[in-house]
């Protein structure tokens, strides 16, 4: 077994553990649950990449992660800033 | 040389697999939001730092490792961020099972 079918295999792991993982979305109950759950497909999302652009010796591959690293960081802020700003219109705390 | 930079990758990227599998595992089972929050940032460090720094001996130029070492710290600097933000929106909307 070569370096790059582990690599391959790895990353066919890691791709089949998010998978699973997005049955939180499913599950909920609650919204921020279900973000999570996006979390976990955006760091595993960029694992997987990462594993795939070494394994197959394309380095472009690696900008792809950066870009589903950066994405995944934005889908959470932008998420988050929307239930803080509806949950906080009731509440009189200030921020 | 060549076998042990091999045997560091496939036990370094083995043990983030491994971290995969708990956090996913810890994502399901946890009973409530803020132990599945701790269980998605062990994969968020762990998982991808492990997998990440298994990668480095595979990588033939200095540029290349370079931009996996900065994804990585991209990575985990937006995990901090966004796990303080999903642990405040939690407490800010009470105790949520």
Redesign the interface.
């Given at each position: 077994m070569t370096?790059a079918n582990?690599?391959l295999a790895?990353a066919a792991?890691?791709l089949l553990?998010?998978a699973?993982?997005l049955?939180?979305i499913l599950y909920g109950?609650?919204d921020?649950?279900r973000?999570?759950?996006v979390?976990?497909l955006?760091?595993?999302g960029?694992?997987v990449l990462?594993?795939l652009s070494?394994a197959v010796?394309l380095?472009p591959i690696?900008d792809v992660?950066?870009m589903l690293?950066?994405l995944?960081?934005f889908v959470?802020?932008a998420f988050?800033r929307d239930?803080?700003s509806s949950?906080?219109e009731s509440?009189t705390?200030d921020r | 040389m060549r076998l042990v930079l091999d045997i560091i990758t496939v036990v370094l990227v083995s043990a983030g697999g491994f971290f995969f599998l708990a956090g996913t595992i810890g994502l399901l089972r946890f009973p409530d939001t803020l132990t599945r929050l701790h269980a998605l940032t062990k994969v968020d460090n762990l998982g991808l730092g492990l997998i990440v720094f298994g990668l480095l001996p595979q990588v033939e130029s200095r540029l290349d490792a370079l931009k996996l070492t900065t994804i990585w710290l991209l990575v985990q600097m937006s995990g901090a961020i966004v796990s303080q933000l999903i642990a405040q929106a939690t407490r800010r909307s009470g105790r949520q099972t």
């Open positions: 370096i582990f690599l790895a792991f890691v553990m998010v699973i993982g049955a939180r109950p609650a921020v649950d973000i999570l759950s979390q976990l955006g760091s595993g960029v694992a990462l594993l070494v010796k380095p690696m992660a950066l690293g950066l995944a960081t959470s802020v988050l239930t803080a949950t906080s509440a705390e | -």
